[in-house]
Nanobody
Framework: VQLQASGGGLVQAGGSLRLSCTASGLTFSIYGMGWFRQASGKEREFVAAINWNGGSLLYADSVKGRFTVSRDNAKNSVALQMNSLKPEDTAVYYC??????????????WGQGTLVTVSS
C-alpha cells in the first residue's frame, strides 16, 4: 500500500494551496481518508476527514471554513484545498486511509507527508 501526498510548498499568509494524495495497493473506495498535520515540536493533529463516498466530512475547528476535503474514487485520490492560510498552518501534512474520523489511531495506512510553510 502506498499513499503519495503532494502539493506542499511555501506560500504567503492569506494564500492557497491544494494538497493531493494518490493511493495504490488498496481498495481505495472502502476507506475513509484523513488529513493530519504535525508542526515542528508539536504532536500530530487532525485536520480533516472524508468518509468512503464523500458524504460525510469532518474538520478541525482551526481549519473549518478555510479548508475543504474532497475525494475522487475513480482516481484513488483525496485532496485538501487550503485557503486563507495562516502561519500557524505551517506543518508537514499527512494523508491516511482508515475509518475516516479524527482519531489517528484508527488509520491503517499513512503517506510520507508534504511540507506546507506559510510565511507572515
Amino acid at each position: 500500500v502506498q499513499l503519495q501526498a503532494s502539493g506542499g510548498g511555501l506560500v504567503q499568509a492569506g494564500g492557497s494551496l491544494r494538497l493531493s494524495c494518490t493511493a495504490s495497493g488498496l481498495t481505495f473506495s472502502i476507506y475513509g481518508m484523513g488529513w493530519f498535520r504535525q508542526a515542528s515540536g508539536k504532536e500530530r493533529e487532525f485536520v480533516a476527514a472524508i468518509n468512503w463516498n464523500g458524504g460525510s466530512l469532518l474538520y478541525a475547528d482551526s481549519v473549518k471554513g478555510r479548508f475543504t476535503v474532497s475525494r475522487d474514487n475513480a482516481k484513488n485520490s483525496v485532496a485538501l484545498q487550503m485557503n486563507s492560510l495562516k502561519p500557524e498552518d505551517t506543518a508537514v501534512y499527512y494523508c491516511a486511509a482508515g475509518r475516516g474520523n479524527s482519531d489517528h489511531r484508527e488509520y491503517f495506512y499513512w503517506g510520507q507527508g508534504t511540507l506546507v510553510t506559510v510565511s507572515s
